[in-house]
Each structure stands twice: as structure tokens, then as C-alpha cells.
């Protein structure tokens, strides 16, 4: 490595031991003599050939002189030059000195024919697997060795016989890595995603006979890697030119197997598919002989696999099209703060939430009653009540009610404030941040907390089930004391996820879901209540009764217990493609008695870059065309082009023959 030192800087180097035994054999011999050094019999043969000595030789004294001429340089560089160059393989027979037997190094592969000490097994790796409650951690109905790699030793093969629920976290299988294995040996994981049949390692044949999507992870510390998958299948046609097999059950591994095993005339432990009552591989030769096979498998072209092995591809291929992740950062000078939502929470509207879900509501509101809002409501709160002022440092305004507009998310606990700035702010800039000093007055009173929420502009769904899943929003909860004020920090982030069949956005970056679910709770109770405010309520009467109520109860009920998956299905408003999120830190601040007896919060953003993640294919309509451009390119000498020229030229030739016959 190289380290360029700087002051105050100091370079940590960790390194893990390994060591490597090798055989020797006449292929490539080696010293067996652990104590051989190798250094100090080669500085032999350098001193030996240039018939002097210089500092650089450490190791060997043959009571010769120092070099000191021009021409002993000249000499020695040249030596040095082919000591560099010649392969390594050659080194023994240019030095006469043998490699030794027994390596210290880096390389973790094991290098022993019959040993394999030094790989790992499942439960080294894996430290627990979970799949909603129904599996065991390292149960072994669900987890089955397989080799693909003889030099990476032993891989594990997770099978879920579950069907699984698309886009719902329900539905993930989380995997516990063993981080105590991971740091010790300084290990990554390389995920292969395959269907049933496995897959073929081999760059050459892999994407050819069995598709596999691999990507390397290195698990570190409270990190989770997510993996979101779309199968895939492929029907290819059964032709001379490239035959396949037809039957959807083919095993193209087993034959693969069957095929080395029966090269070799014995089997190894990697064979696990494959039982010809075989003898155990066990001497060098059936190494080579194995490695020389391999090698053949890794270099031959995938359209002679067929003819080499015996081994037909199959017809029906299953693969994954893997959703990633692609994030970056757009720096910017200034940004608009987040919506700031603010929520009461009272121990009246508590009660009367408790009282409905009790069938007790008669006591507060009669079946009768005239005034059934009204009554539902009493005990709720104005902005007044709950704030006392709002004002915008760096302005030095006060953010009157103009700023603030009226939500009702929870229906049991009233009406909500949402406060929007319509100009940007800088980041972490004292001055440029939101003051707000709550009604200390009403809060000791009522015994009230407070709960913020930070949004978008198209608003939240707090529905605990889906709320993630459609609108993203970040919760303070405040507990008031005198003299007590939060720092609200919040830096904003962007999210755009792939529309397609088994997860289906809207794509419109004007899409209003709150409106849209509010139109499907109307549309079912038949009647609107106050906190509808974005649905269209032409010819929409107000609700009045408990019965009506009683509807709502029934409508909400239905939505907070039906799975994010299904949820669009139910109303008929999936989620919006684009999606807002917010991190968001608090601290204490001490304005040390400046402000008075008073209580509240500041509110103010932390950076004013915006983290932007979109959802990509590995696979999509760019790799597609490019590979049927690549195509007709190499088997029929056109393009897309081409294409498109042929059509231009049938269509002018219709449109000359509707215009008055051809020439």
C-alpha cells in the first residue's frame, strides 16, 4: 500500500495472518523445509552471478567483495530486470531456487486437495432467519449446502416454499449475519439470486444455460443490505440451429455433474447432485484432471457446452430482474423547509375515542343529536390554544394564521395546524429557523403533549400499516415544561420508485393521494365530515348522525387493517412514484430566560443538499435494444435502424396508393 503522510495523520494497518500449503509434485515442485528461505537463496544466486556483494543483500555473506564499478551496477540491474519479468512459474528453473511448500500470506483459499478446514459452515455465517414467525434460524428444511466453487469452499442455498406477499415488509425474509465470523476473518458475501435448478458460475455459459443475478456485500455494523426482486422466465425455442431441452423439470446441473464425475471416474464433495456409486476423489491426479476439466467448462464458448458435455440448456430459464438503489447527492445553496404538522393531545379527545370504540358515546352525544359534530368535537383545541407565536428569525416576522392551514388526521383527537414556509432557507444557520412558543397556559391546563410531525407538501397518512409505504413522514412527540425548548434539526431526502406491474405508483408528480382516499371514504358512508378538506364535495351532504359516524368507523377500520399490497386495490389510489423522507435529529436548547417563561420549539434545516434515491433495473429497455440492435447487426447485417426505415417506406408506399394508385 501506499501511505502519503501528512501532519496529525496517522495510518492504522490491520492484517490477519493465513497460510497456504502446497504439494510437491513434479508439475511444480516446491521446498518442504519449513525453515527454507527462499530470500536468502536467491540473494545467493544474485551474488553468485555478478561475483560481488552490495547493502541490499541482507541475508547471505560469501566473503565477497563490494561492488563498486559502473559495470557491477549495469550487471546487477540487469539481473533485477529478469528477476522482475520472467514468470513466476519459470523463477525455479532461472534461480535454482524452489518456492516454498508452506506460504505465509493473504489469499483465505484453501489450497488442500482433501482438507476442507478453513471454510465455513451455515451457522459460522449466518446467525438467524426469519420469515413472518414462520422459520427457525439456520432451520435446515430451508437451508441446503451447495458447492459451485471448489476453491471458495462450501455456499448455503436459502429455499422459501412460502409464496410471499409483493411489496409488503411483511413478506421480507430477513437474514441475520454473524458479524463476530464476518470481522474476525475479514469476510464479504457474495448473494447469487437463481431459482430451483441453482445456477452456473461459469462468465462464459452462466447467463447462457442458468441465470443467476450475483452482487457482493461486506455486512458491517447495524447496516441491512435490501433486495427487491422481480422474476423473470424465458421460453426459448427448441431448433436445430440451438437446441434446448423442453421439459420444465430438466436439471442441466446434474447432468453437468454427471458428466465430470464420469470424465473422472470418482467424485468429491462439490459433486452433490450426481450419485453414480462412485469412489471418493482423493490423489493429486484427480485434481488435475478435475482442474483440467474445469477448465475446459470455464473457456469453451457457450454454443459448443451442448456438444462438449451432453448437456442440452433448458428451454424455460427463470431468472430475477433485482430493483437497486442508485442514491446521490444534489448539493444546493438553499431549500424549503419540510411542512411542520402540529397535533394536540388532549385527555378529552382521548376519552371520547375511548367511549366510541366502548359503545358509550350515547353519554357524550345522543343518538338524537342535532349537533353531533359539535359534540364529537368539544374538548378539541384552536391554533390559539395551543400556539402562543410563531416567528421567522432571519425575517424577524411573525407568522401569523395566514402560514397556517387546517388538517384532521385523527378524527378522535381533532384538528390539526400545518404550518408551510414558502421560502428557502440556508443550512444550520441560527438565524434561519422557525421559533414557536406554545400557549403554556392551555398546555398546563389540559395536561397536553404535543406531537409534530414533518411532511411533504402533499401531506401524511398516519395509518401505522402503510404509512411508510405511500407518505413518509417523521414524528417529534414534545412534553412542554417551563424554561424547555426543542432544536428540531431535519434534512430532506427523495425517493422515486419503479412503476410496474406487481408495483404499480403514479407517476404524476401532481398526484394527490389524501384527496383520493378521501373521495373513497365519501363514496362509501356516503356523506362528508369537517376534516374532509381536499376531496371534491359538489352535491356531497354533511354527516350528521351516529350512524353515519358509525360508517366512518367501519370505512377507517377497513383501511388500517388491510396489507400496503392490497390497499391500492381497495380504494383505487396507489402510491405516488415520488416520494419525500426526512432524518431528523432534536436537541435541547437554552435561550437562557431571554424569551421568558415560556415553552416550545426551533425548527430549522440541517443541510440543504438533497439525498435522491430512484429505483433502477439491472435489466431494462436500453440493455434490451442494445442486444436486438447487437443481434440483427451480427445475423442479418441490419439495425434498428433498418427497421424503422422499412416501416417509413411501407407506409409511404400506402399512403401513394390511397392517393391515386403507383407507378
Known sequence: MEFIPQDQRFLGIIVAKTKRISLNHSGNPCHEDENWDVIKCIEEFI???????????????????NCSSLEDMLHLLDIHKALFTIPSSDMAAYTGCLRPCHLNGDDPISGKVRDVSGQFNLSDVIQGTHYSKKMNPRNPPYWSPATYNYLSGQCSTLHVPHQTTASYLGSAIHILINMTTIEKNQMSLVIHLHDENGFLENPTKGQEFLRSTSMEFIPQDQRFLGIIVAKTKRIS????????????????????????????????????????????????????????????????????????????RPCHLNGVDPIVDETLTVE??????????????????????????????????????????????????????????????????????????EATYNFFNGKCFTLRIDTPSKANFVMDMVLMRFNWTTLQRHKMNMRIQIHGDEGYLPNP???????????????????????????????????????????????????????????????????????????????????????????????????????????????????????????????????????????????????????????????????????????????????????????????????????
Not at 553468485?48 to 555473506?61: A, E, H, N, Q, R
Not at 368507523?553 to 396489507?563: D, F, K, Q, W
Request: hydrophobic share 35%; aromatic share 10%; with cysteine.
Open 332 to 405: 444546493q445553496d438553499e431549500e424549503f423547509l419540510p411542512c411542520l404538522t402540529l397535533c394536540g393531545y388532549p385527555y378529552r379527545s382521548d376519552l371520547t375515542g375511548n367511549m366510541i370504540l366502548n359503545r358509550q358515546l350515547s353519554h357524550y352525544c345522543p343518538p338524537n343529536a342535532t349537533d353531533f359534530i359539535e359534540c364529537l368535537g368539544a374538548g378539541h383545541f384552536t391554533l390559539d390554544d395551543m400556539v402562543e407565536d410563531t416567528q421567522w428569525l432571519i425575517t424577524g416576522r411573525s407568522l401569523d394564521k395566514s402560514w397556517w392551514g
Open 465 to 663: 400499516i402503510y404509512g411508510k409505504e405511500f407518505l413518509h413522514r417523521q414524528i417529534v412527540d414534545f412534553i412542554p415544561s417551563p424554561l424547555k425548548y426543542t432544536g428540531v434539526l431535519v434534512n430532506k431526502k427523495k425517493r422515486t420508485n419503479i412503476n410496474y406491474p406487481k408495483g404499480r405508483c403514479q407517476e404524476d408528480p401532481n398526484w394527490d393521494i389524501i384527496r383520493c382516499i378521501e373521495e373513497y371514504i365519501i363514496r362509501k358512508i356516503g356523506c362528508t365530515y369537517p376534516w374532509i378538506l381536499r376531496a371534491n364535495l359538489d352535491g356531497v351532504k354533511n354527516c350528521s348522525t351516529r350512524e353515519e359516524f358509525g360508517k366512518l368507523l367501519g370505512v377507517h377500520g377497513a383501511i388500517l387493517n388491510t396489507s400496503p399490497s392490497k390497499l391500492p386495490k381497495l380504494t383505487g389510489c396507489p402510491p405516488p412514484c415520488t416520494l419525500n423522507d426526512f432524518a431528523i435529529a432534536t436537541r435541547d436548547v437554552n435561550f437562557g430566560g431571554v424569551i421568558g417563561n415560556s415553552t416550545g420549539i426551533t425548527y430549522y434545516l440541517g443541510t440543504t443538499n438533497l439525498e435522491v434515491t430512484k429505483e433502477t433495473w439491472l435489466y431494462d429497455v436500453n440493455n434490451l435494444i442494445g442486444e436486438i440492435g447487437g443481434s440483427l447487426g451480427l445475423f442479418l447485417g441490419a439495425s434498428l435502424l433498418t427497421i424503422f426505415e422499412v416501416v417509413q417506406g411501407g407506409f409511404m408506399k400506402v399512403f401513394h396508393v390511397v392517393n391515386g394508385g403507383t407507378k
Open 237 to 312: 425455442l427448441n431448433h436445430s440451429g440451438n437446441p434446448c431441452h423442453e421439459d420444465e423439470n430438466w436439471d442441466v446441473i446434474k447432468c453437468i455433474e454427471e458428466f465430470i464425475v464420469g470424465k473422472m471416474g470418482c467424485t468429491y464433495p462439490g459433486i452433490l447432485k450426481a450419485d453414480l456409486g462412485l469412489r471418493n476423489c482423493s490423489s493429486l491426479e484427480d485434481m488435475l484432471h478435475l482442474l483440467d476439466i474445469h477448465k475446459a467448462l470455464f473457456t469453451i464458448p457457450s454454443s459448443d457446452m451442448a456438444a462438449y458435455t451432453g448437456c442440452l
Open 47 to 65: 551474488v553468485g552471478t555478478i561475483g560481488c556483494t552490495y547493502p541490499g543483500i541482507l541475508k547471505t555473506d560469501l566473503g565477497l567483495r
